[in-house]
């Protein structure tokens, strides 16, 4: 399993998975991170701003994860096949271990994702 993590600082989960343009990757087998890397996306590719009709560096990943999320943007992530979702957890190895372990806590995506988008996430 690969998944992404929100992390546009690169030491803790970013809350607004939308305007992020650093994500740590890691490879997961067997219950245990095997791999991890950083992917710097350009500006153009923040999915805030992207053309979701195009291919996408994240269209690699199983899951996506950050701090928060709305019902929108994780219906778009589905269409691309990835599972997005919000934690309560701030740092990044600890959600990967935890997504391992099959306990990364969750929290509900928001109708309102609490940035100034102006809703249309949902």
């Known amino acids: 399993m690969k998944i992404a993590i929100a ?21 997961i087998e067997n219950k245990a ?3 991890q890397q950083l992917l710097e996306l350009s500006k153009e590719q923040a999915f805030h701003g992207f053309s979701h ?6 269209d690699q ?3 996506l994860i950050a701090g928060g999320m709305g019902k929108g943007f994780v219906n778009k992530m589905a269409k691309r096949n990835i599972q997005a979702v919000a934690t309560t ?16 806590p969750i929290k ?6 609490g940035c100034d988008c102006g809703g249309h996430h949902k």
């Not at 546009?8 to 490879?27: M, P, Y």
């Not at 009709?53 to 994240?58: N, T």
């Open 89 to 104: 957890l701030q740092d990044p190895e600890q959600a990967a271990r935890a997504i391992a372990a099959g306990v990364l």
């Open 7 to 27: 992390s546009q600082n690169k030491k803790s989960i970013t809350d607004h998975a939308g305007r992020c343009r650093k994500f740590w990757l890691f490879d």
């Open 53 to 58: 009709d195009s291919a996408h560096p994240l």
């Open 108 to 113: 509900d995506a928001s109708e309102n994702c």
């Open 33 to 35: 991170i095997v791999g």
């Open 61 to 63: 990943v199983d899951m």
